[in-house]
């Protein structure tokens, strides 16, 4: 087991902890780069969607996990994100622009839904949040002279000033370089005062006052940021699949990013990661098991479903951390091999933490 | 007259959002949370009553009864087996778990194979019959449904009123640790509140199958509930009546005059003016609390 002994406050907020990290990390990241020719095209096609999905994962994370906000039409920041994109890539804008303004657009509704969040608590958050979602999906269906309505449009490959992206792994390298800049952006930003910030409104909204956090601005900013991410997710998927329609962010995506973070572990960075890979692998081992099952099972159409519900459930009641907390307690294990308790990490409850009192 | 008209149909609309949100309003005080499986409790109450008539054979009574009851029983299992341990965490993991429970609720039914994936007319009695009154049209299948909906209301009015069972529901929905304290069984009456909202919901499905026929997506109506949850108030039995009620007429009211479209969003856009506006919502009451 390694011992940490912090002995100043830059020790404390160092983004590498030891040694360790920085291999590891540095081992993955070679990995990654060498992607494109350690697999498939399609596995290449499947490893762009899981880091397309993780950037949009980062920004509800940081909503939700961060800031305990939780937000139920999160499609619909991707879905404006993703149109803005077509949109003026199909106008002819070159891709860097197209995504600042993707992005931008994003962040703008973002704030727009963030400031009744400043009223709102809890349920009622999210069910402002579910309604605005359905309205984005009803106005991308309606508004036809722009988003071609229901019969979706198709987007032109990514070009940056006279350089076209037109090969996956190409794609797939600048999805590599956008996560990473993602990542390394929210890592930073929650070591810093802003993001410690998030953290206290999470944690007790009244403490966070009392401490001077201003919680409608940080509250916005978070609704923003969050937004801008998706956006972001939104314009490279649109990218990915080359072609978007109103229905492909509809409130059950919001749900899949809502259960990709769950899953992943609610309130750590590594989550977003663990669950895109989740939320993209799941549909492929379904598929591989499938042909080995009885057919009434095997074929029914209800069992993608049935199997996220039962793996929902499951982690909610016996893993609340997520995917990364059951790494932490195999990690903890261990390096405590034989004095591990049990009960390390047993949740308190509160019943006095009444959310209507809140 | 199209315009009394309208707002019947909206009337009889806005009693099913109504009835799924007084689910929602039932458990949310009885246990502070809030069930997203509410719309998927009602297509289970449904396809209940369609296996009593169809596949069992049952009379039209016996099978609502049966579903019902059925329904009830699942609503206290529910919440003793999936709700139960993890009460009192954080709002977000309850509401995910519901999810959950919604998608295994949708997954099962959709996986029974030739029934799951269809769409099916349940056999009532009043099936398509029209009342002529005064000059206006009346689907009985609507009155049955405002009928039923005011029988109901006054059924729970008088539970929470007059029986002890009620008023031990308020007490624990008010302070339950208090509640506790007087020796309220509060962990038995949160189980007897999931019964009754899953009994509502079934009652819900069961009036709203011979409109919009019975299949496996037919939950996701429950969604349109939020809205009449929040409009009511979320925490007022009462609010969510009138809460669906409202949100029904608008919506047969915006369909009708204003442009396509606004029919699937408008209770949304009430919703967002109302927790603009207020955020209690029309009865919800204003608590405080004392740091």
């Given at each position: 087991m390694r011992f940490i002994f912090k002995t100043d406050y830059g020790q404390d907020i160092r983004l590498a902890k030891h040694g360790g990290h920085l291999f590891w990390y540095g081992a993955l990241m070679l990995v990654l780069l060498l992607a494109p020719w350690l697999v498939q095209e399609y596995w290449l096609a499947q490893l762009t969607f899981v880091l397309i999905y993780a950037v949009a994962g980062l920004g509800l994370m940081l909503l939700a996990g961060f800031t305990g906000l939780f937000s139920l039409g999160h499609a619909a920041f991707l879905g404006v994100g993703a149109y803005t994109q077509a949109v003026l890539t199909n106008m002819g804008l070159p891709f860097p622009l197209a995504l600042a303004c993707a992005a931008g657009l994003s962040a703008a509704v973002g704030l727009v839904v963030g400031l009744p969040a400043l009223r709102v608590k809890g349920i009622y958050l999210g069910i402002a949040t579910l309604s605005f979602g359905f309205i984005v999906e009803e106005v991308l269906a309606r508004w036809e002279s722009v988003t071609g309505g229901n019969s979706g449009i198709h987007i032109k490959k990514p070009d940056m000033f006279g350089w076209t992206l037109d090969s996956g792994e190409a794609f797939y390298f600048l999805c590599l370089l956008i996560t990473v800049l993602a990542t390394l952006g929210i890592l930073n930003l929650l070591r810093s005062p802003t993001g410690r910030a998030f953290v206290a409104i999470r944690d007790s909204e009244i403490s966070a006052q009392s401490m001077g956090i201003h919680l409608a601005y940080y509250k916005t900013l978070s609704f923003a940021l969050s937004a801008a991410l998706a956006g972001i997710a939104g314009a490279l998927y649109a990218h990915q699949l080359q072609f978007i329609s109103p229905d492909q962010f509809n409130i059950l995506q919001s749900i899949d990013l809502l259960l990709m973070i769950v899953i992943g572990g609610v309130g750590s960075v590594h989550g977003?990661?663990?669950?895109?890979?989740?939320?993209?692998?799941?549909?492929?081992?379904?598929?591989?098991?499938?042909?080995?099952?009885?057919?009434?099972?095997?074929?029914?159409?209800?069992?993608?479903?049935?199997?996220?519900?039962v793996v929902l459930v499951a982690f909610v009641l016996f893993e609340p951390l997520g995917l990364y907390g059951r790494w932490l307690k195999v990690r903890t294990y261990l390096q405590m091999f034989p004095f591990y308790r049990k009960g390390m990490f047993k949740r308190q409850k509160s019943f006095q933490k009444s959310d209507r009192l809140k | 007259m199209q315009l009394l008209q309208l707002v019947i149909s909206g009337i009889a609309q806005g009693c099913i959002y109504g009835l799924i949100a007084l689910g929602f309003v039932l458990i949310y005080k009885a246990t502070?949370?809030?069930?997203?499986?509410?719309?998927?409790?009602?297509m289970l109450g449904a396809f209940g009553g369609l296996a009593g008539m169809t596949l069992l054979g049952f009379p039209y009574w016996l099978s609502v009864l049966g579903a019902i009851a059925a329904m009830a029983l699942f609503g206290m299992v529910l919440e003793r087996v999936v709700i139960r341990p993890i009460l009192g965490q954080p709002a977000f993991s309850i509401v995910m778990l519901t999810i959950g429970i919604g998608y295994v609720a949708r997954g099962l039914i959709t996986m029974i194979p030739n029934i799951g994936t269809e769409t099916h007319m349940l056999p009532v009695p009043y099936k398509d019959q029209i009342w002529h009154l005064a000059g206006l049209v009346l689907n009985v299948e609507q009155m049955v449904v405002i009928g039923v909906t005011g029988v109901l209301c006054v059924l729970l009015y008088t539970l929470f009123r007059y029986s002890k069972l009620g008023i031990a529901m308020q007490a624990a929905s008010q302070n339950q640790l208090a509640a506790y304290y007087m020796g309220i069984p509060v962990k038995r009456l949160n189980g007897i509140a999931w019964g009754l909202a899953a009994a509502v919901a079934a009652i819900a499905g069961l009036l709203l199958a011979p409109i919009t026929f019975v299949h496996a997506n037919m939950g996701f109506i429950g969604l349109k509930a939020f809205p009449a949850a929040v409009?009511?108030?979320?925490?007022?039995?009462?609010?969510?009546?009138?809460?669906?009620?409202?949100?029904g007429i608008v919506e047969s009211l915006s369909g009708f005059y204003l442009p396509d479209g606004f029919k699937d969003t408008a209770a949304y856009i009430v919703v967002l003016i109302m927790l603009v506006v207020k955020p209690n919502g029309l009865f919800g009451e204003k608590l405080s609390k004392k740091v």
């Open positions: 977003a990661f663990l669950g895109a890979i989740f939320l993209i692998t799941m549909p492929q081992a379904i598929a591989m098991v499938k042909d080995y099952l009885p057919p009434t099972i095997g074929q029914a159409p209800g069992l993608q479903g049935l199997v996220y519900g | 502070e949370t809030v069930s997203f499986a509410q719309g998927e409790l009602m409009v009511g108030g979320f925490g007022s039995l009462p609010g969510a009546i009138v809460g669906g009620l409202i949100i």
